[in-house]
Structures are given as C-alpha cells and as structure tokens.
C-alpha cells in the first residue's frame, strides 16, 4: 500500500500478490501488506498474480499518487525519463517527449520479472524509480519536465 503522506513511495511488481481486509476493505501488494490491518483483522490474499486487479491496483496507486502530483507541481503534462544503470551493459540513456501515463509505464517495464520501486520527493517535484530485474540490480530512472529543444 502506497501512503498518501509525502514523499510517497510505492512498489509495482510483474509478479505481485494482494492482500485484502475484509474489515477496512484496504487492499495492500507484495511485501508491504502487513499481517494485521491497523484495525486488528488478519490480511487474507486476494489475487494470485499481477494480472487483472491486482496489476491494476498498484499501476493506479503510481498514477494517482506519484504521477499526477508530480505533473502539478511541475506544471507540465510533457515530459521524459533518464535512465542509468539499465540492463547487464549498465547503460544511461532518455525517452524523448512523452505524454502519458501508459507512455511512462510502458518504458519503465520490461518483458520479463521485474520490481519497480517509485518514490516522488515531499515537494512532489522529484520523481524516481528503481528497477530490479535479472539483468540489473538497480536501474535507476528519473522522470523530469520535457522542455522544448530536448533531443527527441
């Protein structure tokens, strides 16, 4: 579970698990869920795998608790991603413009096992992501406001 008190930090899987109170009806993912609710009901799983809701859930609490916060407080609805330590070659590289919050997912997974950890900064200006995969043990992406006669 993502808190909503800043800065928020959150954690997208390929291969998640929820966990659900029936009590609070609070739904959490992966190694955050706790085994307790703060009202005292034992969490039960809820899916089995990253599909569905469950990929849903998390990819929804980035939204709506990093990337939009961060397009407001940056002003911008265009932007791009620097990355650094990607991949078994440690590569650096950016997107071009983007525009969307499918775009910035799309570039920040792979086609494989994967765990992204997303943090945006208490300012909500600062947005990053780590990613941990097979090939990499930390890749590193910061997301930053696109200004025009930025390489595409």
Do not use: Q
């Amino acid at each position: 579970m993502t808190t909503t008190t800043y800065p928020a930090k959150g954690v997208i899987t390929s291969s998640c698990t929820c966990y659900h109170c029936p009590s609070c009806e609070m739904t959490f993912t992966d190694d955050t869920y706790p085994e307790n609710c703060d009202c005292g009901t034992p969490c039960t799983p809820a899916y089995e795998s990253c599909s569905g809701e469950c990929w849903d859930f998390a990819t929804e609490d980035f939204a709506y608790n990093a990337f939009t916060p961060w397009c407001l407080a940056n002003e911008t609805d265009e932007f791009a991603i620097y990355g650094r330590r990607m991949g078994w070659t440690n590569g650096s590289g950016h997107t071009g413009r983007l525009t969307a919050f499918r775009e910035l997912l799309n570039n920040l997974t792979l086609n494989g096992d994967f765990i992204l950890r997303w943090e945006l900064s208490e300012d909500n200006k600062t947005l990053t992501v780590v990613r941990s995969s097979h090939d990499e043990m930390g890749a590193m992406f910061e997301v930053v406001p696109w200004n025009e006669g930025d390489d595409e």
